[in-house]
């Protein structure tokens, strides 16, 4: 498998892009902002869009991509994500007034898009390549994603707070190469991260002790200025699990 970050950012700015991955090329992870700077022929190769959680700077482009490539499709887009996630998007985005409702254009028999409800820990497979939903903590229904190629496995929690269920859930993977987490906020900025169920440099240490396997880890979902006061504070407060900035066009292949 090969992943391409297209986003990884709290937000936008300059040539900050939110979160996004691109997997091979025809599978994004989220559909933050970071998949604007794709093409029109790369956008219509995409088949599949996992979704974390309905958080506009993870899905804000998916409806303008699904609009933009449809005409060029012969097949619709399937949205894969929780029935609570799924819920959601229909009730709020595809609902005629917010974006149209792709699920029903041109008809119902034939559309541009459909939906797959997916649960934690039960496993897509597309032609050999394994996503499986992880456990994840936020303020909406939330989950991560377990990429695994059968060779090595990547996870991304997507936007979570402390919790024990992923970490149990990671100790099982027994071929994990990569684990992508969020820590979007700075010390000083703790009562805000607790409330808003994100992770901080001190409880993004607090939650990597209970990792019992090897792993490269790489801290995603900064605010946008304080990458370098939140990696620094990364670094004093876990630096013995050697975690790294996620950078946006990184690629790991495994």
């Known amino acids: 498998m090969r992943v391409k970050i297209l986003g990884c950012s709290g937000g936008i700015g300059g040539a900050l892009r939110t979160t996004a991955m691109l997997v091979d090329d025809d599978i994004l992870i989220d559909g933050g902002t970071g998949v604007g700077d794709l093409s029109l022929e790369e956008l219509a190769r ?35 994500a929780t029935v609570a996630v799924l819920r959601i998007l229909q009730g709020h985005i595809f609902n005629w007034l917010v974006w149209p409702d792709f699920s029903r254009i041109p008809d119902a028999h034939a559309p541009f898009m459909t939906y797959q409800a997916v649960a934690i820990g039960e496993s897509i497979v597309l032609d050999g390549r394994t996503i499986t939903p992880v456990p994840a903590m936020h303020t909406v229904p939330a989950v991560g ?15 979570t707070t402390s919790q024990d269920a992923l970490w149990d859930y990671l100790n099982g993977v027994e071929n994990l190469r990569y684990l992508i987490i969020e820590t979007a906020f700075a010390e000083e900025q703790q009562g805000i991260a607790v409330a808003s169920k994100h992770l901080h440099p001190s409880l993004l240490a607090k939650e990597l002790a209970k990792l019992q396997r090897p792993a490269e880890i790489y801290v995603t979902h900064l605010k946008p200025g304080e990458d370098d006061e939140i990696m620094a504070e990364v670094g004093h407060h876990a630096g013995r699990y050697a975690p790294k900035i996620l950078r946006n066009q990184q690629i790991f292949e495994f």
Not at 49 to 67: E, K, Q, Y
Request: charged content about 15%; some cysteine; hydrophobic content about 45%.
């Open 46 to 80: 995409i088949d599949h869009v996992f979704i974390t959680h309905s958080h506009l700077d993870h899905i804000a482009c998916i409806p303008l991509m699904i609009d933009s490539v449809a005409r060029l499709r012969s097949k619709p887009i399937t949205l894969y």
């Open 145 to 159: 994603y377990h990429l695994d190629s059968g060779a090595a496995s990547l996870v991304f929690s997507g936007d």
